[in-house]
Nanobody, 119 residues
Framework: QVQLAESGGGSVQAGESLTLSCTAA????????MGWFRQASGKEREFVAS????????SYADSAEGRFTITRDNTKNTMYLQMSNLKPEDTATYYC????????????WGQGTRVTVSA
């Protein structure tokens, strides 16, 4: 079991920055990949970014490329999403997720943290 908890959501103005955190309750074992997803009201959940838990290589959705940065601190069992130049269309509930071996899917999810960006 991997228990994940997001924090750092809030309300900001367009153009401002926000950093989300995702902390595992205990040192996650056999984690292959961790990622951020988001779901806006009335829309399907979409991929935002992911990071290899051991090697640190990352991947981004086109909407996040150049504005968002995903990092992780293995010593703190924590993953971060630094978001800059936020836009109203970034408004959503953001979820962190873990892909734990032997699964190749994201099979553990946090409860989400809400981000609201006003124009």
């Amino acid at each position: 079991q991997v228990q994940l908890a997001e924090s750092g959501g809030g309300s900001v103005q367009a153009g401002e920055s926000l950093t989300l955190s995702c902390t595992a309750a205990k040192r996650p074992l056999n984690v292959r990949l961790m990622g951020w997803f988001r779901q806006a009201s009335g829309k399907e959940r979409e991929f935002v970014a992911s990071i290899d838990w051991s090697g640190g290589s990352s991947s981004y959705a086109d909407s996040a490329e150049g504005r968002f940065t995903i990092t992780r601190d293995n010593t703190k069992n924590t993953m971060y999403l630094q978001m800059s130049n936020l836009k109203p269309e970034d408004t959503a509930t953001y979820y962190c997720a873990a892909s734990v071996r032997p699964s190749t899917e994201f099979n553990y999810w946090g409860q989400g943290t809400r981000v609201t960006v006003s124009a």
